[in-house]
């Protein structure tokens, strides 16, 4: 694939838009760099509260470290918060508690930006020079038309959309039949069958039949299948827990990982609402394997709306919220790219 050349302010917005697959509100972007070569882009949200700022610092400055191939950094600060001549800029308290957790690990801040709603300018410039630009320039930018060009869109916000599911229909009775029957197996053969049902599903370039469909929704049932079904997703070798946490040395199969994403959707399509919430927790775990915090975050809270005592969606959701990164995100060897971009949401 041909290398992509980042060249200005537009082409960085581009980028980060086109990585993340949403356009950032109230939030702090990161992109880390070793000399010319980009390493991995992390979005968090803007601290709500003052007094925060060096404990905000170190965490953020711990995820960017990971990469242990970054040498400095590019960061974009994504704000409604006006900007007052002679004032500090929005969250200067912020940057400056940044750069400092930054150079402790050695990592400099080469540039940075501020995204208003209309204007995007150089965080650092004199505001009496008044070097602002429209934000409409980033349509029109290299970078955007040859993401573009390979598929890629923007979402307007972070926030995702489900598909119309069944809801309350006719396959309610039928998944539950299929859960009867899994429940009457007293051996392994259950797991075995369900593992056969899902590879065929996997490897398949079309999706399930509505049968197959169904037996699905019903495996995701039973907590010991499920876990199994999901560390199947990937497609690498290693314990189940290890898999789970994104800790193996393998590289995911991330085609194969999309793919299962797309199948969870579809079969979350023929859903009740009582036997969604281990589909949207598996499409939460895919997610934050992918480095989407924040949309893990959705699926999981989607979850417990469904179930709200669904324990692997409440727990999980609670791992997210530590902060804690998807193993595989932290080496670029094994990171997921999505059209030839590195992420980490």
């Not at 992509?4 to 972007?29: C, M, N, R, Y």
């Not at 194969?256 to 979350?268: D, G, N, S, T």
């Not at 979850?303 to 530590?322: F, I, N, T, V, W």
Request: with cysteine.
């Amino acid at each position: 694939m041909e290398t992509l050349t980042i060249k200005t302010p537009a082409d960085v917005l581009s980028f980060i838009g086109h990585t993340l697959g949403f356009w950032p509100q109230e939030s702090l972007v990161c992109i880390t760099l070793d000399t010319n070569h980009i390493g991995v882009t992390l979005r968090v949200d803007l601290p709500k509260h003052d007094g925060s700022e060096r404990a905000y610092a170190r965490t953020v400055a711990g995820y960017l470290a990971n990469d242990t191939n970054a040498t400095s950094a590019l960061f974009a600060v994504y704000t409604s918060a006006p900007t007052t001549t002679g004032q500090a800029k929005p969250y200067a308290a912020v940057i400056a508690a940044l750069t400092g957790a930054l150079a402790e690990r050695q990592i400099t801040i080469r540039d940075g930006l501020l995204v208003g709603d209309q204007t995007v300018s150089q965080y650092d410039d004199d505001p009496n020079l008044n070097c602002v630009l429209p934000l409409s320039m980033v349509d029109s930018s290299e970078i955007n038309a040859e993401l573009v060009y390979r598929g890629s869109t923007v979402a307007r916000t972070g926030r995702i959309t489900l598909p119309a599911s069944a809801k309350e229909t006719t396959t309610f009775d039928a998944v539950e039949a299929h859960i009867e029957s899994i429940g009457k197996c007293h051996d392994h053969s259950a797991i075995e069958k369900a593992r056969t049902l899902w590879a065929g599903i996997l490897e398949a370039k079309a999706y399930p039949t509505g049968d197959q469909t169904i037996a699905l929704i019903a495996n995701f049932q039973f907590a010991a299948i499920r876990d199994q079904l999901m560390a199947d997703i990937p497609g690498v070798d290693g314990p189940m827990e290890q898999i789970l946490l994104a800790q193996t040395p393998g590289k995911p199969q991330w085609t194969r990982v999309e793919w299962a994403q797309q199948i969870l959707l579809h079969a979350y399509t023929y859903s009740s609402t009582k036997h969604s919430a281990p589909l949207l927790t598996a499409i939460g775990y895919i997610n934050w394997w992918e480095g989407r915090g924040s949309k893990a975050h959705q699926y999981m809270q989607l979850a417990l709306e469904a179930d709200p005592g669904y324990r692997l969606a409440k727990l999980s959701d609670q791992l997210l919220g530590s902060g804690m990164l998807a193993g595989w995100n932290m080496d670029k060897d094994t990171a997921y790219r999505s059209q030839g971009l590195g992420t980490s949401d």
